[in-house]
């Protein structure tokens, strides 16, 4: 029992530092899993990557504008050259020649009529709302998941009050066996019994415990906390039974379920992707213009040779516009567009595998919830009534033995099979709770 000793204070010094703080509910545990869970996050990331996508489409459909500034500069020194006329050849003079230029433009280009484009926005808007459903999936299964975990916590803060009382009911046993034996009432077997079963109890009181601190552990994890800083659990069980329609369970899960919309949005995606990607064959009309503000060029010309001189030009222009309408079409592009089709049309199978599974599945998932809570519901009444008559057949034992008309061992097994009705209850009571839980998953509630 020694060696157990620093396990046991460790534990309960953990309880009294936690006891100032408020206990954690299941909804505060769901919430605080939903800000620093890495599932979440990564969710939120691939938000961001679908709304990237987005933008990218967006910039097919919509004009693109630039505006410009230019000053240029071109410096000729000392050149000569030839000129020809049939067959007479004319030497020139030798010259310099400076010129400058500024401009300023403002032009723009706008793909007007470009199918593939329009489709391939449209794609992209149901991928968007395909990586938001996504993330809603995600958050219910993190939401699942931290339940789950919350009431394995609570199960084995329960097991553990079961396993201390067992160990007080052991030793009280094992006293008044002590004290029956000093007057030799019973021989030194039944006391030797009751040590071990003392001892066993003990043994078991002390593995609960440190359940208790792995499961805390486990969801402290899950929470993103450490588990110091994991407020004590509310350890309370209530009693929380509802009715349960299949069909309105059913139908509220195919039309609210965030994983069955997320995937009916991703293949209406890969519809239009795969119909973007064959329409980018078709021609496409494209509008451009520009407009130059204010233009401006000098140029300064030197002639070297003798009476040579210099002839200067400038030139200004305050306003210029132009246009173009184009019909493209792209004869070939190295097989790109053939690899698009390809990928798309990889990706609409997969997609459509995806939604059909889930939907074929889905009403499966509604009927393994709804025994799963019923399950749970019959398990409490039979552990509730397993208790009691536990409870009954344990203080009869008692009363017998304690008149002699009953041995230790069969003191020791109403023991037992009283601790294993108690722990069963305790398993019940848990269960109810996380098919509770899983009913609201598959249903597609909110968290």
Same mark, same amino acid.
């Given at each position: ?7 046991i ?36 990331a ?41 067959t ?31 489709t ?45 009382a ?6 009280d046993?094992e006293r ?9 009432s ?12 003392t001892?066993? *109890?003990? =043994?078991?009181? +002390?593995?609960?415990?440190? !359940?208790?601190?792995? @499961?805390? /552990?486990?969801? &402290? #994890?899950?929470?993103?906390?450490r588990? *110091?800083? =994991?407020?004590? +659990?509310?350890?309370?069980? !209530?009693?929380?039974? @509802?009715? /349960?329609?299949? &069909? #309105? ?10 994983? +069955?919309l ?21 021609p496409?009309?494209?509008?451009s213009?520009?407009?130059?503000p ?18 200067g ?39 459509r ?25 019959e ?16 203080n ?11 041995t ?6 109403s ?23 899983q ?9």
């Amino acid at each position: 029992m020694l060696r157990y000793l620093p396990v046991i204070v460790l534990i309960l010094a953990a309880g009294r530092a936690a006891a100032d703080t408020a206990p954690l509910t299941a909804d505060q545990a769901v919430k605080l899993a939903l800000q620093h869970n890495s599932q979440i996050i990564q969710a939120e990331a691939n938000v961001l990557d679908a709304r990237s996508g987005l933008w990218s489409a967006y910039s097919n459909v919509l004009p693109h504008a630039s505006a410009s500034l230019t000053r240029s500069g071109s410096f000729t020194r000392q050149s000569t050259g030839q000129q020809s006329f049939g067959t007479f050849v004319l030497q020139s003079d030798e010259y310099n020649l400076e010129s400058y230029g500024t401009t300023q433009q403002v032009g723009g280009t706008w793909d007007v009529l470009d199918l593939g484009a329009y489709t391939g926005l449209s794609a992209a808007r149901q991928s968007m709302r395909s990586a938001e459903f996504s993330r809603e999936a995600t958050r219910s299964n993190v939401a699942f998941a931290t339940r789950q975990q919350f009431y394995a916590v609570v199960q084995a803060m329960h097991q553990s009050r079961v396993n201390s009382a067992s160990l007080a009911l052991a030793r009280d046993s094992e006293r008044r066996v002590r004290a029956m034996f000093e007057v030799g009432s019973v021989a030194k077997s039944d006391l030797l019994q009751a040590q071990v079963a003392t001892g066993q *109890a003990a =043994l078991d009181s +002390v593995t609960a415990a440190n !359940t208790v601190l792995t @499961q805390r /552990i486990a969801l &402290a #994890a899950a929470l993103g906390l450490r588990e *110091a800083e =994991l407020a004590p +659990v509310d350890s309370t069980f !209530t009693d929380t039974r @509802q009715s /349960i329609d299949s &069909a #309105a369970v059913f139908n509220e899960a195919r039309k609210n379920r965030a994983d +069955v919309l997320a995937a009916e949005a991703d293949y209406k995606a890969a519809e239009l992707s795969l119909r973007s990607a064959h329409w980018s064959r078709l021609p496409y009309v494209s509008l451009s213009g520009s407009w130059s503000p204010d233009v401006t060029h000098s140029s300064k010309y030197d002639t070297l040779s003798a009476g040579g001189g210099a002839l200067g030009t400038a030139s200004e222009a305050k306003g210029g516009v132009s246009g173009a309408v184009a019909l493209n079409l792209d004869l070939f592009d190295g097989f790109l567009t053939d690899s698009r089709i390809a990928a798309a049309r990889g990706h609409l199978v997969a997609a459509r595998e995806t939604r059909d599974a889930l939907v074929r599945n889905l009403e499966g998932q509604v009927h393994q919830a709804i025994l799963g809570y019923e399950q749970a519901l019959e398990q409490e009444d039979l552990a509730t009534t397993t208790v009691e008559s536990a409870t009954e057949n344990h203080n009869l034992v008692l009363q017998k033995y304690n008149v002699g008309s009953a041995t230790i061992l069969d003191l020791v097994n109403s023991q037992v099979q009283l601790q294993t009705a108690q722990s069963s209850l305790v398993s019940a009571k848990a269960a109810i709770r996380i098919a509770e839980a899983q009913l609201d998953q598959v249903r597609g509630r909110s968290q």
